[in-house]
């Protein structure tokens, strides 16, 4: 997959899959390719390769061998979709242009010995930019005919890899990356050529008069990657959750590149992790143990140096910020407590310069029993902080330096846990006033960021960086930090967004994240062939993006977004952290019982962004905040991309936050199910309550009706379970979309069930009347078009089978619903 960016110290060789084609590609049409071969299309689609011609008296059919089959799907897939795309802008398709020799084998003293054809994909980044440079001779119109024709040919080949990686184990899994690798990057070439040539030809200002989304954009699939190469990942020491995240989260150009980054740390400390948690980074108050720092020469040397455990007491109690005053003579090292604020002198009233230290405690720089570190540990958080204060003493020999870090500045012991709620309390006015915060995560500490001389891409398209442009590769940069320890713990999170200047130690030495991370999106997409996802591009940009103050609607969404996968050693830490870094009274949430502090927390916000209401997991079970996430944290949840989609700024809203629930605008539609409880997935049908469509017709001549699916979330997402809703509860409820979500053809929308929904009085005109509804659990909602159905479908033999027991006296099923009041939305909700 020589198209694909690779890490700089990549720790696997790119994939080189063989060309095992025994023919060259001789068709002319992609979607009908198979016929040409003699294979039935619609079998060869549904991974069953039998021939149609040559049929055997015997056995009626003919089955390929295996490398006749494999040989039929690389030509069909692979050269095929290619030769697609050439026909389509107009090129002479030749097939070597993407086959390369290579050496078959290399010894262990570097001798190469024979060699092997394979795939060589190096050119499609210039086939991109062709298409690109060939859209802009056509009208849209043209280029829309253009990409709806190669969707569909990209849609046969993601729905036959679905088919391959899940029925065919014998087919050869490189294989079938290759196709995917292919599919996933011609894709998002077609989104960019697509998109392109949508705005670039709209006048100057016209995205607000024609719209910012066009008409039609070509599809976005969720191109996963074979399972051999999850194996690895796992055999390699990767953590299962951190496996989930990328299937969850991610395409196989992006998996492909994630697998290639260097892991540090033991490999075994994933053991008791699972797909939905990881338990590696957790950690045990009574058994913890402090670590001495990786480059300590003697441990037994190593002195532990406390530091003066009553100052530190003394100064919160004087409701002040203890700071360790670390002073270097030559080799000797001294450490004082001292007040952030100067208490006297000529500068006295003045705040210190100081940096706080953002760390993993599983890393082995905390200690549950005493304000006290290694020597070796003190040595290195002042020789990490000096160089950067750049503090000048009268002696040229003396360093100093001032930092904050936890370990030392907030007390440990229990007589004292009053000043330690005070400490927690502060931090968010310790990390905001700090110079820098400075990240320290074993991995990113060895990880190498060097600065490299950008690779010329041989033709280029728009605002490009120069050749010689010296940068950080974005992507590589991304994933080191999103793959880290640090970036999946809670309290991190706080302390990396209550900064302004955010500093991460790496191999070379501590990088500003403001200065590192790029402004534009453009390292994202300097190789066409290879363009980073949305997720990829917007996970830093969220942590350093400072354009929404604390408290704000805009901000607490970034701060949802950003909790995703994220987890803490102890629960009931959660609404604490949760306060700092929404601007809440931290001592409020402190001092209400642990089981009532997200409660507590959602109350103290007074506002929220109205998409929380649709976020599927566990709820509290308070009147009146049963609609309420029980966590934010994403680990064992939503998927990002799930949670961007209903998070949406421009289709999000506020919810006003009260005791007695949440008020919202939202779109929502009374049910009724005529006194029968609903089963887990019904279809909401067209016409009156109670009368049934019919289902003969012709699908060219349906009526124009829409059928509504009403799906209860996957297992993995479904709290409570269907069966723990209570039957009374699902009779006749109420279905709540967002506020700019409505029922429309092939759109899919979060929603919610609520029951026993009513009219609150005071309203003088109907349409300002507020209801309230009781929250029952997460759903999402599918409409299609009757026109749609074929053969025995779901909707359809739902349909019939619910016709067929009223008709024999047994009453409605709960399969079927209907709207009541004709489908007129309700728009003002309290939800309980």
């Given at each position: 997959?020589?198209h694909?960016?690779?890490?700089?110290?990549?720790?696997?060789?790119?994939?080189?899959?063989?060309?095992?084609?025994m023919?060259?590609?001789?068709?002319?049409?992609?979607?009908?390719?198979?016929?040409?071969?003699?294979?039935?299309?619609?079998?060869?689609?549904?991974?069953?390769?039998?021939?149609?011609?040559?049929?055997?008296?015997?056995?009626k059919?003919?089955?390929?061998?295996?490398?006749?089959l494999?040989?039929?799907?690389?030509?069909?897939?692979?050269?095929?979709?290619?030769?697609?795309?050439?026909?389509?802008?107009?090129?002479?398709?030749?097939?070597?242009?993407f086959?390369s020799t290579?050496?078959?084998?290399?010894?262990t003293?570097?001798?190469?010995?024979?060699?092997?054809?394979?795939l060589?994909?190096?050119?499609?980044?210039?086939?991109?930019?062709?298409?690109?440079?060939?859209?802009?001779?056509?009208?849209?119109?043209?280029?829309?005919?253009?990409?709806?024709?190669?969707?569909?040919?990209?849609?046969?080949?993601?729905?036959?890899?679905?088919?391959?990686?899940?029925c065919?184990?014998?087919?050869?899994?490189?294989?079938?990356?290759?196709?995917?690798?292919?599919?996933?990057?011609?894709?998002?070439?077609?989104r960019?050529?697509?998109?392109?040539?949508?705005?670039?030809?709209?006048?100057?200002?016209?995205?607000?008069?024609?719209?910012?989304?066009?008409?039609?954009?070509?599809?976005?699939?969720?191109?996963?990657?074979?399972p051999?190469?999850?194996?690895?990942?796992?055999?390699?020491?990767?953590?299962?959750?951190e496996?989930?995240?990328?299937?969850?989260?991610?395409?196989?150009?992006?998996?492909?590149?994630?697998?290639?980054?260097?892991?540090?740390?033991?490999?075994?400390?994933?053991?008791?992790?699972?797909?939905?948690?990881c338990?590696a980074?957790?950690i045990?108050?009574?058994?913890?143990?402090?670590?001495?720092?990786?480059?300590?020469?003697?441990?037994?040397?190593?002195?532990?140096?406390?530091?003066?455990?009553?100052?530190?007491?003394?100064?919160?109690?004087a409701?002040?910020?203890?700071?360790?005053?670390?002073?270097?003579?030559?080799?000797?090292?001294?450490?004082?407590?001292?007040?952030?604020?100067i208490?006297?002198?000529?500068?006295?009233g003045?705040?210190?310069?100081?940096?706080?230290?953002?760390?993993?405690?599983?890393?082995?720089?905390?200690?549950?029993?005493?304000?006290?570190?290694?020597?070796?540990?003190m040595?290195?958080?002042?020789?990490?902080t000096?160089?950067?204060?750049?503090?000048?003493?009268?002696?040229?020999?003396?360093r100093?330096?001032?930092?904050?870090?936890?370990?030392?500045c907030?007390?440990?012991?229990?007589?004292?846990?009053?000043?330690?709620?005070?400490?927690?309390?502060?931090?968010?006015?310790?990390?905001?006033?700090?110079?820098?915060?400075?990240?320290i995560?074993?991995?990113?500490?060895?990880?190498?960021?060097k600065?490299f001389?950008?690779?010329?891409?041989?033709?280029?398209?728009?605002?490009?960086?120069?050749?010689?442009?010296?940068?950080?590769?974005?992507?590589?940069?991304?994933?080191?930090?999103?793959?880290?320890?640090?970036?999946?713990?809670?309290w991190t999170?706080?302390?990396?967004?209550?900064t302004?200047?955010?500093?991460?130690?790496?191999?070379?030495?501590a990088?500003?994240?403001?200065?590192?991370?790029?402004?534009?999106?453009?390292?994202h997409?300097?190789n066409?062939a290879?363009?980073?996802?949305?997720?990829?591009?917007?996970?830093?940009?969220?942590?350093?993006?400072?354009?929404?103050?604390?408290?704000?609607?805009?901000?607490?969404?970034?701060?949802?977004?950003?909790l995703?996968?994220?987890?803490?050693?102890?629960?009931?830490?959660?609404?604490?952290?949760?306060?700092t870094?929404?601007?809440?009274?931290?001592s409020?949430?402190?001092?209400?019982?642990?089981?009532?502090r997200?409660r507590?927390?959602?109350?103290?916000?007074?506002?929220?962004?109205?998409?929380?209401?649709?976020?599927?997991?566990?709820?509290?079970?308070?009147?009146?905040?049963?609609?309420?996430?029980?966590?934010?944290m994403?680990?064992?949840?939503?998927?990002?991309?799930?949670?961007?989609?209903?998070?949406?700024?421009?289709?999000d809203?506020?919810?006003?936050?009260?005791?007695?629930?949440?008020?919202?605008?939202?779109?929502?539609?009374?049910?009724?199910?005529?006194?029968?409880?609903?089963?887990?997935?019904?279809?909401?049908?067209?016409?009156?309550?109670?009368?049934?469509?019919?289902?003969?017709?012709?699908?060219?001549?349906a009526?124009?009706?829409?059928?509504t699916?009403?799906?209860?979330?996957?297992?993995?997402?479904?709290?409570?379970?269907?069966?723990e809703l209570?039957?009374?509860?699902?009779?006749d409820?109420?279905l709540?979309?967002?506020?700019?979500?409505?029922?429309?053809?092939?759109?899919?929308?979060?929603?919610?069930?609520?029951?026993?929904?009513?009219?609150?009085?005071?309203?003088?005109?109907?349409?300002?009347?507020?209801?309230?509804?009781?929250?029952?659990?997460?759903?999402?909602?599918?409409?299609?078009?009757?026109?749609?159905?074929?053969?025995?479908?779901?909707?359809?033999?739902?349909?019939?089978?619910?016709?067929?027991?009223?008709?024999?006296?047994?009453?409605?099923?709960?399969?079927?619903?209907?709207?009541?009041?004709?489908?007129?939305?309700?728009?003002?909700?309290?939800?309980?």
């Open positions: 997959m020589d694909l960016d690779r890490p700089k110290a990549a720790v696997f060789p790119q994939f080189k899959i063989p060309y095992v084609c023919s060259l590609y001789g068709g002319k049409d992609f979607m009908s390719y198979p016929s040409t071969q003699g294979y039935d299309i619609e079998k060869a689609k549904a991974c069953d390769f039998v021939r149609t011609s040559g049929k055997d008296e015997d056995t059919y003919i089955y390929d061998d295996l490398p006749a494999q040989s039929f799907l690389q030509s069909w897939l692979f050269f095929g979709l290619l030769h697609e795309l050439h026909s389509m802008v107009g090129l002479i398709f030749e097939p070597s242009d086959i290579d050496t078959f084998v290399t010894t003293v570097g001798e190469k010995l024979g060699t092997i054809r394979r060589d994909t190096s050119g499609l980044h210039n086939l991109l930019v062709i298409w690109y440079e060939y859209s802009q001779t056509l009208d849209h119109a043209e280029v829309e005919k253009e990409c709806r024709h190669f969707d569909e040919c990209l849609e046969a080949v993601y729905k036959l890899c679905y088919r391959l990686v899940r065919s184990s014998y087919i050869d899994e490189k294989l079938v990356l290759s196709f995917m690798s292919l599919g996933n990057t011609l894709e998002n070439g077609m960019w050529v697509h998109d392109r040539s949508y705005y670039d030809r709209l006048p100057e200002g016209g995205s607000t008069v024609h719209g910012l989304v066009p008409p039609w954009r070509p599809g976005h699939r969720g191109w996963d990657a074979p051999m190469l999850f194996q690895k990942l796992l055999y390699n020491g990767w953590c299962p959750s496996i989930n995240i990328l299937r969850r989260d991610f395409e196989i150009n992006e998996i492909i590149y994630a697998s290639q980054m260097p892991r540090f740390g033991d490999r075994n400390k994933h053991l008791a992790c699972n797909p939905d948690h338990n980074a957790n045990d108050d009574a058994t913890y143990q402090t670590q001495h720092h990786p480059q300590c020469k003697d441990f037994d040397q190593c002195p532990e140096l406390a530091v003066d455990y009553d100052l530190v007491c003394n100064i919160l109690q409701g002040e910020t203890p700071l360790i005053m670390a002073t270097q003579t030559g080799d000797s090292l001294s450490l004082n407590v001292v007040p952030s604020t208490p006297n002198g000529p500068f006295a003045q705040k210190l310069s100081y940096i706080c230290f953002s760390h993993v405690w599983a890393h082995g720089l905390g200690n549950s029993k005493r304000n006290a570190l290694p020597s070796c540990q040595q290195a958080l002042h020789r990490y000096y160089p950067i204060l750049g503090i000048r003493a009268r002696q040229s020999d003396v100093i330096s001032f930092f904050w870090i936890d370990t030392l907030v007390p440990v012991q229990p007589e004292h846990a009053h000043l330690r709620k005070k400490a927690i309390a502060a931090m968010a006015d310790v990390y905001s006033q700090a110079r820098h915060v400075l990240v995560d074993e991995a990113l500490a060895r990880t190498s960021l600065r001389e950008e690779d010329l891409m041989s033709r280029e398209v728009g605002a490009t960086l120069a050749a010689s442009a010296s940068v950080i590769n974005q992507k590589e940069l991304t994933f080191a930090i999103i793959l880290s320890d640090w970036w999946r713990r809670l999170l706080q302390e990396g967004l209550l302004n200047s955010l500093l991460v130690l790496f191999r070379e030495g990088m500003s994240m403001q200065e590192v991370v790029s402004s534009t999106n453009e390292d997409v300097r066409r290879d363009m980073s996802s949305e997720a990829l591009k917007v996970a830093l940009h969220n942590l350093i993006d400072r354009a929404w103050p604390f408290g704000h609607t805009s901000h607490h969404r970034k701060v949802i977004t950003l995703c996968d994220r987890s803490t050693s102890h629960a009931a830490d959660e609404p604490s952290c949760l306060a870094l929404m601007n809440v009274d931290v409020k949430i402190l001092g209400t019982p642990k089981e009532s997200m507590q927390f959602y109350l103290s916000l007074d506002t929220i962004p109205a998409g929380l209401l649709f976020l599927p997991g566990p709820k509290l079970d308070f009147p009146g905040f049963r609609w309420a996430p029980r966590s934010l994403g680990e064992g949840g939503p998927s990002k991309r799930y949670v961007y989609s209903i998070m949406a700024e421009e289709e809203s506020e919810a006003k936050i009260s005791e007695h629930g949440l008020k919202l605008e939202a779109t929502g539609y009374l049910l009724t199910s005529f006194n029968v409880a609903l089963n887990h997935n019904c279809y909401i049908v067209p016409g009156p309550p109670g009368k049934l469509p019919s289902t003969h017709f012709e699908p060219n001549h009526p124009p009706y829409d059928v699916a009403i799906i209860h979330n996957a297992d993995d997402y479904a709290v409570p379970k269907w069966n209570g039957h009374q509860n699902k009779i409820p109420v709540i979309f967002p506020a700019h979500r409505k029922l429309g053809v092939a759109q899919q929308n979060p929603a919610i069930l609520a029951h026993s929904p009513r009219k609150l009085d005071g309203a003088e005109k109907e349409g300002d009347a507020t209801w309230t509804a009781t929250y029952l659990c997460a759903v999402h909602c599918f409409t299609n078009s009757m026109a749609m159905w074929s053969g025995d479908c779901t909707a359809k033999s739902r349909i019939l089978t619910e016709q067929r027991s009223i008709d024999s006296g047994r009453g409605y099923t709960g399969d079927v619903v209907w709207f009541k009041d004709g489908g007129k939305p309700i728009r003002r909700w309290m939800i309980t």
